[in-house]
């Protein structure tokens, strides 16, 4: 099936690029010939926007968790910008 549409196509045919990106994935806009936009199915999205994981527990699983890390900046003010 078409998973490439012309943005002409796309806005005379909206309904079935919806319907293709719910049934064959995601569907490609172009203008020009070029890609420039492209349409999921809201569960491809959600699938990608969500974690795989929360922030916590990927910051517990590090190998550094738990590590006394020296944190403190020294005092080395850096170099100077001449503009």
Known sequence: MNTSWPLQDAKNQLSRLVAQSETDGPQTITVRGR??????????????????????????????????????RGADPGREITL
């Open 35 to 72: 890609e420039k936009a492209v349409v999921l199915s809201i569960e491809e999205y959600r699938r990608l926007v969500q974690p795989t994981v929360p922030l916590s527990e990927f910051f517990r699983a590090s190998p550094l968790y738990g590590e006394d890390l020296d944190l403190d």
